[in-house]
């Protein structure tokens, strides 16, 4: 097969298509040339900070259109993969309120907190499920619930283990800083992840699209995650050095990808030889 036969592009969003409210160099003309071409796009966000409604108007703002449709976040696929296989858990959520609210759109029992002081021993027994998030807001009195909750028992869920998320002029803590949190003071390993590298994600995204894996491109700026799951996946992929990762980086891991481009531009002439 030739880049020619691929027939969908699976984009990160974050360090790829945009960086904070500013769409990144050549990236709204090359997702534009790549759709003229007949491709079907698709944008897929470990960060479940927002719902996907606002994804697909802050891509259009940015001159990338777009609908709720094309968008995929962890937080939808960890919620629709709980609704499916755990509908009656009562979940503690690390997460801020879109991803509760998304979560609760499913029809799934959230909790938000428990009553009482973050300085006592918490009575988490009604907690079925941990959920771990992206979460701005989190504090000792979040951090110690989830962890009576787990060492009761509970199921430990993640949307996504991103270790720092981008931000215009460097990095703050996603989390996969307090699921190694989590994961060091309960001897506890995550029961299912939602986000990328995830096969939850990739399933979803693949059945959005109606397209076999060899037939996708998945696109994204981190080694670990992006190029990861495209690669377990079955799919081409392409690390573009716009984000987290560098050329070198990029040439040593084995195998590597199948593409390392400056920009979207850059891949976009190559795959729509245009």
């Known amino acids: 097969m030739t880049p020619a036969d691929i027939q969908g592009v699976i984009f990160d ?146 949307t996504n283990a991103d270790k720092a998320c981008p931000m215009p002029g460097g990095f703050i803590p996603d989390a996969g800083a307090t699921i190694a949190a989590l994961q060091h003071i309960t001897g506890r390993q995550v029961d299912a992840l939602a986000g990328k590298p995830s096969s939850l994600i990739v399933e979803v995204a693949l059945e959005r699209l109606g397209l076999p894996p060899e037939r996708c491109l998945m696109v994204g700026d981190r080694l670990e995650t992006d190029i990861r799951m495209g690669q377990q996946a079955g799919m081409w992929t392409a690390v573009t050095l716009t984000g987290a990762s560098g050329r070198t980086d990029a040439k040593r891991l084995q195998p590597p990808p199948d593409f390392i481009v400056e920009n979207l531009g850059e891949l976009a002439q190559i795959v729509s030889g245009a």
Request: without cysteine; proline residues 7%; charged residues 25%.
């Open 13 to 158: 969003l974050d360090g790829t298509v945009y960086l904070g409210e500013a769409a990144l160099p050549t990236a709204p003309d090359a997702i534009a040339r790549l759709r003229a071409a007949g491709k079907r796009v698709l944008f897929v966000s470990n960060k479940p900070l927002y719902p996907r409604e606002d994804y697909a108007a802050k891509l259009t703002r940015l001159g990338v259109p777009a609908t709720p449709d094309d968008v995929i976040t962890s937080g939808y696929v960890l919620a629709r993969y709980l609704a499916r296989t755990a509908p009656d858990q009562r979940l503690f959520v690390i997460g801020e309120p879109p991803l509760l609210a998304e979560m609760r759109a499913q029809g799934l029992d959230v909790v938000a907190d428990l009553p009482g002081d973050a300085r006592e021993v918490m009575d988490a027994s009604g907690i079925d499920g941990v959920v771990v998030a992206f979460d701005r807001t989190l504090n000792y009195r979040k951090l110690n619930i989830a962890y009576q909750a787990l060492m009761r028992g509970a199921h430990f869920y993640a």
